[in-house]
């Protein structure tokens, strides 16, 4: 009996002590985030200084291609020779030529 007893007072006691109210954290798998993109430089507003701060394009360039605008497509900075195909690869995932 007096096994018995102290049995049920250990199962007790462990079953107690499991329900002390505490939160167990439950593992949560990472959710990869993609890299968020830049802003878009909108090659008929952008200024300047925010189109020599693409790849390529220097104060020369940024200066023709304000020169230019308005454009339709973006792709019209290399039909009217105004950068080079090689540079326009570079920043085409960059710029957008939004229409007013």
């Given at each position: 009996?007096?096994?018995?007893?102290?049995?049920?007072?250990?199962?007790?006691?462990?079953?107690?002590?499991?329900?002390?109210?505490?939160?167990?954290?439950?593992?949560?798998?990472s959710v990869a985030t993609k890299d968020e993109k830049p802003a878009l430089i909108d090659i008929n507003r952008a200024s300047a200084a925010e189109l020599t701060a693409l790849k390529g394009i220097g104060e020369a360039r940024a200066k023709a291609i304000i020169?230019?605008?308005?454009?339709?497509r973006k792709d019209e900075l290399v039909q009217r020779q105004i950068i080079p195909k090689t540079v326009y690869d570079k920043i085409k995932d960059e710029i957008i030529a939004r229409q007013n």
């Open positions: 009996m007096r096994f018995a007893a102290v049995l049920a007072a250990l199962i007790l006691s462990v079953t107690v002590s499991g329900c002390g109210g505490e939160k167990q954290s439950v593992p949560t798998a020169k230019g605008r308005p454009y339709s």
